[in-house]
């Protein structure tokens, strides 16, 4: 629950780095409150939870793009049906690279 809480706490902060593991559990809890929600019938709020964890999956994407040595512009990529999806999930697991433009390597233990 720390990784959606900080997801949340750095809201529209498209600079730096997110770790694949902040990536993934900030996804991981998303899809359950919104399996929760719609296994609850609350269709509503579902809308309005995901409308309002637009912005902070933005930049935690774009900030795990980063990561991988992209950059967050890479995202538009989900407007191609299929394809874009595949390329994006390629590109969200690969491991970090060592420091380059967007900050050094958040295992390394360095703060930004």
Known sequence: MDYFI??????????GRARRKEYWMFVLIYMVINVILAVLGMDIISMIVG???L?????????RLHDTGRSGWWQLI????????????IFLVQDSHDTNEYGVNP???VPE
């Open 55 to 63: 912005v902070p999956s933005i930049s935690i994407g774009a900030r």
């Open 78 to 89: 989900y407007f191609i049906p299929l394809i874009g999806l595949i390329v994006m999930i």
């Open 107 to 109: 295992k390394s233990g």
């Open 6 to 15: 900080g997801a949340l706490k750095k809201y529209a902060d498209f600079n």
């Open 51 to 53: 409308l309002a964890l």
